[in-house]
Antibody, heavy 117, light 110 residues
Framework: EVQLVQSGAEVKEPGESLKISCKGS????????IGWVRQMPGKALEWMGI????????IYSPSFQGQVTISADRSISTAYLQWSSLKASDTAVYYC??????????WGQGTQVTVFS | QSALTQPPSASGSPGQSVTISCTGT?????????VSWYQQHPGKAPKLMIY???KRPSGVPDRFSGSKSGNTASLTVSGLQTEDEADYYC??????????FGTGTKVTVL
C-alpha cells in the first residue's frame, strides 16, 4: 500500500527556520516525483514545486522560487520542504503528493505550519 | 502562472446533477490532456477523482465524470449525494514539469 506520512504540526516565530518531511512507503520512492502543495487558511490549493528523488532534480513554481527549498533523500525515502526565515504569511497546511504522469495520485495527511510572534 | 478559474460555489438537491467549470489558457488546460480533479472534505487531504480529463481512478463512483472543450474543463457530478458536499479543485499540467490548480468550488447539497 502506497503511503505518504508527513511530519507533525509546527509552531514557529517569524524569522525561524523550518524543515518538514514526507516519508514514502509501499513503492519505489526513487522512481516517482513528489510534489508540495500549500493551502493557506480558507484558501485554494497552490502548487509549489516537485522533486525527483532518483536524481534530486527539482522544479519550482515561479511563485515559490527562492522562498522555499524542496529536496529529497532517497536513502530514507523522504522528501523535504524547508524555509530559512519564516514569515507570518507562511502559515498554512502543506501537503506532499506523489506524481504519476500528469496527476497527483497519493497525498500525505498534511502538515500545519503556524507562524506567529 | 495564474490559477485556473472556477466558480466559487455550486449546489444541487440530492439526485440532481451539478457541473463545475475550470477555465485556463492554451498553455495549460487547452494544451494538455493532463487535467485532473480533486475532492477535499474539511480538514482532509485532497482526493483524486478524475485524471487525464475524463478517467476515473478505481473506487471513484461513475457519478463523477469529466470533459474538456478548448481552454475549459468540466466536472459533472450526477445523482448528487450528501457525501459529495465538499470543495473541488481542478489541476492542469502547465508545461516544463509545472502544474497549476484551480481557485476551487464549494459544492453544497441542498
Amino acid at each position: 500500500e502506497v503511503q505518504l506520512v508527513q511530519s507533525g504540526a509546527e509552531v514557529k516565530e517569524p524569522g525561524e527556520s523550518l524543515k518538514i518531511s514526507c516519508k514514502g512507503s509501499g513503492y519505489s520512492f526513487s522512481s516517482y516525483w513528489i510534489g508540495w502543495v500549500r493551502q493557506m487558511p480558507g484558501k485554494a490549493l497552490e502548487w509549489m514545486g516537485i522533486v525527483y528523488p532518483g536524481d534530486s532534480n527539482t522544479i519550482y513554481s515561479p511563485s515559490f522560487q527562492g522562498q522555499v527549498t524542496i529536496s529529497a533523500d532517497r536513502s530514507i525515502s523522504t522528501a523535504y520542504l524547508q524555509w530559512s526565515s519564516l514569515k507570518a504569511s507562511d502559515t498554512a497546511v502543506y501537503y506532499c503528493a506523489r506524481r504519476r504522469l500528469g496527476l497527483f495520485e497519493y497525498w500525505g495527511q498534511g502538515t500545519q505550519v503556524t507562524v506567529f510572534s | 502562472q495564474s490559477a485556473l478559474t472556477q466558480p466559487p460555489s455550486a449546489s444541487g438537491s440530492p439526485g440532481q446533477s451539478v457541473t463545475i467549470s475550470c477555465t485556463g489558457t492554451s498553455s495549460d488546460v487547452g494544451g494538455s490532456n493532463f487535467v485532473s480533479w480533486y475532492q477535499q472534505h474539511p480538514g482532509k487531504a485532497p482526493k483524486l477523482m478524475i485524471y487525464e480529463v475524463s478517467k476515473r481512478p478505481s473506487g471513484v463512483p461513475d457519478r463523477f465524470s469529466g470533459s474538456k472543450s478548448g481552454n475549459t474543463a468540466s466536472l459533472t457530478v450526477s445523482g448528487l449525494q450528501t457525501e459529495d458536499e465538499a470543495d473541488y479543485y481542478c489541476s492542469s499540467y502547465a508545461g516544463s514539469n509545472t502544474y497549476v490548480f484551480g481557485t476551487g468550488t464549494k459544492v453544497t447539497v441542498l
